[in-house]
């Protein structure tokens, strides 16, 4: 955990013989970020991340809402399946078809994880070895307690495997692949998915409590995919942060930029007017404006409301500082020269002053994503973030919040992990960055170069 | 440096201004307000739901000079027009009653108009009418009463505000507690084992979202029976707990909550702090003192320290700020009887009173807090000269 | 235990899966016993003074001593029991107030209280009220029949905000009149119309002293509802219930201890309550409440969540569980979901409240029962509800044992006959999109709105949403939080589908829904602010039923023109009843005299009659 440790940096030679000429800034950031191991980690989680939520589309098997009520609650077929064995029968008093209440002899079941077995397997279904990957059907069973209570599980089917299908045709042409799901590429193809064999159909009456799906990570309580939730729920959990920074950065770069460019009466009203916001705790200040937010709206539209919401009470801190950096940035020489040279204030601004701030702002930014993935965390937990049927990993884990589920369905708390990783790869690259682009460290590198 | 405080201090009261008139705003702009709720029970009458919003201010009565002013209106097919002593309808003559409860309440150019079952009607009172009614209150004194408590906010807040600081504060303790030395660690022995562990604790502590966090701790305490399931004292024996018990009792109920709480806050205090130690660490000033020969651990703390730490009072400034409304989600998942619970309540049930008088205080104890900040730094860092 | 093989397994599961199961009615537990040998105990604080003429005898034996520790979701609003706003401070309100008549939510049935009988005059019109003589206030001050005259007044104090005032209002807006009898300790109220709800109004009004409350009921500006509240000094509140307050610390707790001037006594005549001291946690979190619970910290829990049941009843395997889950079977609260069907138009922007195209589909009541029978609610109950719950089909629910009516009409699942009716309508998929166009070829989708706070009914909007793709119906579903929905749904009317439930009083009686079934009632969601009388002819039939509903006293006549009400609305569905969740309570099993109760509060309501089994003075 030395990400910050700037002497460790190895300086790189800029100038000697049979070297290239002397590199930009940037690629001499770049150079130095390589180095940096758990900054790189942090990199590449994230691209990881990215990579999933913008494909998500093609890599689920299902679409991020198709609830099934007959498949809540199966546990992650990658490691392994659900067994039920019957435990007893009790004589329960239920409503029949003539809704008469009339007392009759029901079974008790208790389910069993099983790990390695009942979920993934490379047995074809005549039990023979095959490098494609099969799973289980699924079956359903009602289990009824002493006092007549029901609970459905569901349960693997150790004889019947059916196989995944690679590339499967599709009904629709779906999403494959989308920028945070607004750009939208649509296509007939997922990666995998699974087929309800036709020749269940002669099962009869049996084949109604038979389900064939694959659920890598599990399925939730509406019977969902839960990989699938969490691949749609990266395209907003991912880029809540990026938006957001981007909307509050822009708007504290140009409020600290003009404020501290132009001084005076336009620096004075526009700084008290940050103290304003930063004088209402942030989280009081979230919740207020987040109710301000019309019904009306549709999913996207909230999300992008959301996002301000939280980008507008973050900007002020990030005004007041590039505010300081630009009024000493307006007493530099080359400023000054600038200006003696007849720049207008605008080109002094964009060319001169805010270059300058932006090893700031990059290494603000990384750092402050975490803030923006957290918040639609918080605010999921009470209910104001992105709601059902959409998907968020806030809103995932919020699923999550009792004991009961993490008692019975601990694969739900998976989303919590995407989060936990998220941060922490922005918190390492954040990190990492930071040192490279530190300005001491040139300095002492000048030193010893 | 005593301009700089007055000067800071006669800007409060127009930042206090500005923030009671934003926040009243804000929240007159949600469409609904605290009855609302009150509205979808069946067992209430629109008479009781009107009383309770006349008692409470949001609603005032519209007098026959008013209600004539309106002339004739286009109200569900049918057209409306007030009289002094009558309502007609389509031009003939309808009992008040039955008016009521077919008028019950509509919207005119922007105003909400209501009916209650005597027949007489009551206007929705705006922003700005009700912020100045808000403010001349203020002005005397009166912070209202809660819509849903019924009794002074003040009363409301103040105990509450106590538990809240007590947590925060212990948070913060534990915080710059463990940020600073195992920052100071970090720095001087850098990849080290003290240096990756204290890392991953800073890491673990960001990361993690502090609801899930809290479960987590909720869980812990109820297989090991090791600390108490959440709250701030003991529900049952506490008042016959000596006194030495009742401290230990508090203490015990503390650990987990502000391990939630300050674990997040700390991670970023140490990096600041094992960020500013080795940049001191490398200062010229340093190595002379070190090529003088100085004591090692002289260098450390008399030089290097004393500067390292002096950004981090700026820090410790703005962590004031998370004093009320950081523990939010830890005292509901905890069930710690904080503030920030009941505010946050207040803002989603639209109780306008506390929402007004806590944000109030929180912006007070937010303003000073930063004066309080700039100042320590004056103090402790004589380069810094306030003007 | 052996493992039965699999394949002999399905046969079994085969035969008993097929059959339609429904669900569960409410289960009905036993009066507790009465054991005259158990030991007395001795009661501290003890008590004081004499007991009442005539005495009010329980049929219950106990031991005296101990604290009982429970705890409820929420906060304190006031402790004032002139106008108790949320469900918390009335339930708080029963331990330290008493009233003339009680409700048993055992027997489901009125019991007398500080009024040991009433008579009701020949046109139904009189009530008299005969006041217990020799019951006192907790401070020790009698009580007389000019504290429950002030009582009644305070209540009908034009400037007190009171709820409790509504239910004796009578549909032209007119009170009762009431007259007082100081010689025979009598209060009589004569009411302009018969009301059959009249003693649970009466039960209603809490006894307040008037030596502490009496200057605080001025013609301007009345002080009343600013005594007693959360913020008062425990020793001013003083009521005539089995407790008094001990103290009271803010999102903590309450505590309360016998009190001592208390005047039920039980079988042996020894006199109630039988615990020293009364703990209630207060928890906003219920995940939290529920793990307090299993701790063992709390001897009771009112209302298990349907989804926390099966982590509760795996706890409460085993002999040597502390406690038991208490079942009590089909709640009687409903999840319904409502059409828009108000025709109006906005007065402020003069465009219809509902688009004309929504409006020419909500209208169809073929539509309406095509989307009904594309419902799956047994798939809410065995995803949303966990198998915990029963479709139902009205708005009241087999839970209620008075009032069920099995004769409404019922839409089973059946999504061909769903496609069907909107064939019929000639409402087909016409481009080929999955869903559906109506005759001028509008594509057939509209909005679905819920109240975010609620887990379940966001599932269920979900899977109703699902249902309806299913028959080529496009639902967009939206949540948004209670205030804003309550405000669509009362003031801009903007709304077209929408999901929510209804809670259900003590009693469970369906005259107290009449705000939702009449045309005027200020809920009548789907149709709000009717001109009267209402241009619909069923609606117009209602409205009459529901006024004869209120007027009539025979049982039996009552059950037969609440079940007209409920199959009217059944044939014509402008409200759709989804399902009922189960109800739970948990209680330490060792707590003596438990009576649980579909009426909430389940398990406290009797808590005088409640005591420690054992040694009481353990805890």
């Known amino acids: ?449 | 440096m005593l301009t700089f405080t007055i000067r800071r201090l006669l800007s409060i009261p127009p930042l206090l201004f500005g923030v009671a008139l934003m926040t009243f705003l804000l929240l007159k702009a949600a469409p609904a307000d605290y009855f609302s709720q009150m509205e979808f029970d069946p067992a209430k009458s629109r008479a009781s739901v009107i009383d309770a919003k006349r008692a409470a201010g949001l609603i005032r009565p519209v007098s026959e000079k008013e209600l004539s002013r309106l002339g004739a209106v286009n109200v569900n097919g049918a057209s409306w027009q007030f009289e002094p002593g009558r309502v007609l309808k389509d031009g003939t003559e309808i009992e008040n009653r039955i008016a009521a409860e077919e008028l019950d309440s509509f919207e005119l150019r922007g105003m909400r108009y209501s009916y209650d079952d005597r027949g007489q009607l009551y206007l929705r009172i705006g922003a700005l009418e009700g912020f100045g009614r808000w403010l001349g209150k203020v002005l005397q004194g009166d912070f209202g009463r809660s819509f849903k408590f019924n009794q002074p906010v003040f009363e409301l807040i103040s105990e509450r505000l106590l538990n809240t600081l007590t947590l925060s504060i212990a948070a913060l303790i534990l915080a710059w507690g463990t940020a600073i030395p195992l920052g100071v660690i970090a720095a001087v022995k850098p990849n080290s084992f003290w240096d990756h562990s204290s890392g991953f604790i800073a890491f673990f502590g960001l990361s993690i979202p502090s609801v899930f966090f809290a479960l987590l701790m909720i869980l812990f305490a109820s297989y090991t029976g090791w600390f108490p399931i959440g709250d701030m004292r003991d529900t049952v024996n506490y008042d016959n707990f000596t006194f030495w018990g009742k401290i230990w009792d508090r203490l015990h109920h503390l650990v987990l909550p502000t391990i939630v709480i300050g674990t997040g806050a700390m991670a970023g205090y140490m990096r600041q702090a094992r960020g500013n130690m080795i940049e001191a660490l490398g200062q010229d000033y340093v190595r002379t003192a070190r090529a003088k020969g100085l004591p090692r651990e002289k260098v450390l703390f008399k030089h290097a320290l004393r500067n390292a730490i002096n950004p981090l009072v700026t820090l410790f400034g703005y962590s004031l700020a998370a004093l009320l409304s950081g523990s939010f989600l830890v005292e509901v998942v905890m069930n710690w009887p904080g503030m920030a619970r009941l505010v946050v309540d207040a803002i989603i049930a639209k109780d306008e009173p506390v929402v007004m008088a806590s944000v109030m205080v929180s912006a007070v104890l937010l303003v000073f807090g930063n004066l309080f900040a700039d100042l320590l730094l004056a103090v402790v860092d004589p380069r810094v000269r306030l003007s | ?619």
């Open chain 1, 1 to 449: 955990m030395n990400a910050s440790d700037a002497r460790r940096v190895e300086p790189i030679a800029t100038e000697g013989p049979g070297l290239p000429p002397p590199r930009g800034p940037w690629k001499m950031l770049w150079l130095r970020l390589r180095k940096n191991r758990i900054a790189m980690t942090g990199g590449l989680i994230l691209i990881f991340l990215y990579f999933i939520s913008c494909f998500a589309g093609f890599l689920s098997p299902y679409d991020f809402n198709d609830v099934n009520t007959d498949t809540t609650r199966y546990g992650p077929m990658l490691l392994g399946g659900i067994a039920v064995e019957q435990v007893g029968t009790h004589l329960v008093e239920i409503e029949n078809e003539d809704y008469e209440w009339v007392e009759v002899e029901k079974p008790e079941f208790e389910p069993r994880w099983e790990w390695f077995r009942g979920g993934l397997t490379f047995r074809d279904p005549e039990g023979r070895f095959t490098l494609r990957p099969h799973v289980h059907a699924l079956r359903e069973f009602v289990s009824y307690d002493e006092i007549g209570e029901t609970t459905y599980y569901l349960a693997s089917d150790p004889e019947v495997r059916i196989p995944i299908r690679f590339l499967p045709r599709q009904e629709r042409a779906v999403e494959v692949a989308s920028l945070f799901g607004f750009f939208k590429i649509k296509a007939k193809r997922k990666l995998f998915g699974v087929e309800r064999p036709a020749e269940w159909a002669e099962r009869g009456d049996d084949a109604d409590l038979m389900h064939a799906e694959v659920f890598l990570l599990g399925s939730d309580q509406n019977g969902r995919d839960l990989m699938t939730r969490i691949f749609f729920g990266g395209q907003i959990s991912m880029s809540v942060g990026l938006l957001g920074i981007l909307i509050s950065m822009t708007i504290g770069l140009v409020f600290g930029g003009v404020a501290g460019y132009y001084g005076g009466l336009t620096d004075f009203s526009m700084m008290r007017l940050t103290e304003l916001l930063m004088a209402i705790p942030g989280l009081y200040l979230i919740l207020t404006l987040r109710y301000v937010i019309p019904t009306k709206l549709d999913s996207r539209q909230t999300y992008l409301m959301i996002v301000g919401i939280l980008a507008l009470a973050g900007w002020a801190s990030l005004g007041r500082v590039i505010r300081g950096m630009v009024l000493s940035l307006r007493e530099n020489e080359y400023t000054l020269a600038a200006r003696a040279l007849g720049a207008g204030d605008r080109r002094v601004i964009l060319r001169h002053v805010l270059p300058n701030t932006a090893s700031f702002v990059i290494v603000t930014a990384t750092l402050y994503v975490p803030y923006y993935i957290l918040g639609e965390v918080a605010l999921s937990f009470l209910g104001l973030g992105i709601t059902e049927p959409d998907t968020s990993w806030g809103l995932l884990l919020k699923d999550a919040q009792n004991s009961q589920v993490l008692k019975y369905s601990p694969w739900l708390i998976l989303p919590g992990f995407f989060i936990f990783f998220a941060v922490l790869a922005f918190n390492f690259l954040g990190d990492g960055l930071r040192d490279a682009a530190d300005p001491r460290a040139n300095l002492s590198k000048k030193k010893t170069a």
């Open chain 3, 1 to 619: 235990m052996s493992r039965l093989p699999i394949r002999s397994l399905l046969v079994l599961t085969l035969l008993l899966v097929a059959l339609p199961v429904e669900g569960q009615r409410g289960r009905d537990y036993p009066e507790p016993s009465v054991d005259l040998d158990l030991p007395v105990g001795t009661p501290a604080p003890a008590f004081e003074g004499e007991l009442p003429d005539p005495p009010l005898q329980q049929n219950r034996t106990g031991t005296y001593g101990g604290t009982l520790v429970y705890s409820i979701l929420g906060e304190v609003e006031t402790f004032n029991p002139v106008e108790p706003k949320g469900a918390t401070s009335q339930e708080l309100r029963a331990l330290v107030f008493s009233g003339l008549v009680s409700y048993s939510n055992g027997h489901w049935q009125p019991a007398p209280l500080l009024a040991h009988k009433w008579d009701v005059s020949e046109d139904h019109r009189t009530w008299t009220f005969h006041l217990r003589r020799g019951v006192r206030f907790s401070d020790g001050r009698p009580l007389t029949i000019d504290d429950v005259e002030f009582s009644f007044r305070a209540i009908f104090h034009p400037q007190v905000p009171s709820s409790i005032r509504d239910g004796f209002r009578d549909e032209e807006g007119r009170y009762p009149t009431m007259s007082v009898d100081r010689e025979a300790q009598t209060i009589s109220f004569t009411t302009h119309d018969v009301d059959s709800q009249f003693l649970t109004h009466v039960g209603n009004v809490s006894i307040v002293p008037k030596h502490i409350l009496g200057d605080h009921l001025q013609d301007e500006n009345p002080t009343i509802l600013e005594q007693m509240t959360s913020a008062a000094d425990p020793s001013t509140i003083v009521g005539c219930g089995p407790f008094v307050l001990k103290s009271y610390a803010p999102a903590e707790r309450v505590v309360y201890e016998r009190n001592p001037h208390y005047w039920e006594t039980d079988a042996r005549g020894e006199r109630l309550p039988y615990f020293d001291r009364i703990v209630i946690a207060l928890i906003k979190d219920q995940n939290l409440q529920v793990q307090k619970f299993l701790a063992g910290e709390h001897d009771l829990l009112d209302t298990l969540p349907p989804d926390r049941y099966r982590e509760a009843a795996d706890a409460a395997k085993g002999d040597d569980a502390a406690f038991e889950v208490l079942t009590l079977g089909c709640s009687l609260n409903t999840n319904w979901v409502a059409f828009n069907l108000h025709p109006g138009t906005n007065p402020s922007t003069g465009k219809p409240f509902v688009a004309e195209e929504k409006q020419h589909w909500f209208q169809q009541l073929d539509f309406r029962r095509a989307v009904n029978h594309a419902i799956d609610r047994r798939g809410i109950v065995k995803s949303a509800l966990e198998g915990r719950g029963r479709p139902i089909w009205a708005s009241i629910t087999p839970g209620n044992r008075n009032f069920y009516c099995k004769d409404v009409e019922r839409y089973p699942h059946d999504l061909e006959l769903a496609g069907k009716l909107l064939d019929d309508l000639g409402w087909k998929d016409t481009d080929g999109d999955g869903f559906r166009e109506d005759d001028k070829g509008r594509k057939i989708s509209f909005d679905l709105n819920t109240n975010v706070e609620n887990n379940t009914r966001l599932q269920i909007c979900n899977l109703l949403k699902n249902d309806l793709a299913r028959v080529g119906i496009e639902v967009n579903f939206k949540a948004i939080d209670f205030n804003g929905l309550v405000t669509r749904l009362r003031d801009s009317h903007e709304w077209d589908m929408i999901l929510l439930g209804w809670g259900s009083g003590v009693p469970a009686d369906p005259s107290n829904s009449k705000n939702i079934n009449r045309t005027s009632g200020r809920l009548h969601v789907w149709y709000p602010g009717q001109p009267q009388p209402s241009p619909i002819e069923w609606e117009r039939e209602v409205d009459k039923l529901v006024g004869r509903l209120d007027r009539e006293l025979d049982p039996a006549v009552r059950k037969e023109i609440s079940d007209q009400i409920q199959i009217a609305v059944s044939r014509h569905i402008p409200i759709l009843y989804l399902v009922a969740s189960n109800q739970y309570s948990l209680g330490k099993k060792s707590i003596g005299n438990l009576w649980p109760s579909l009426l909430r509060p389940s398990v406290t309501w009797n808590i005088q009659e409640l005591y420690r089994k054992g040694d009481p003075g353990t805890r």
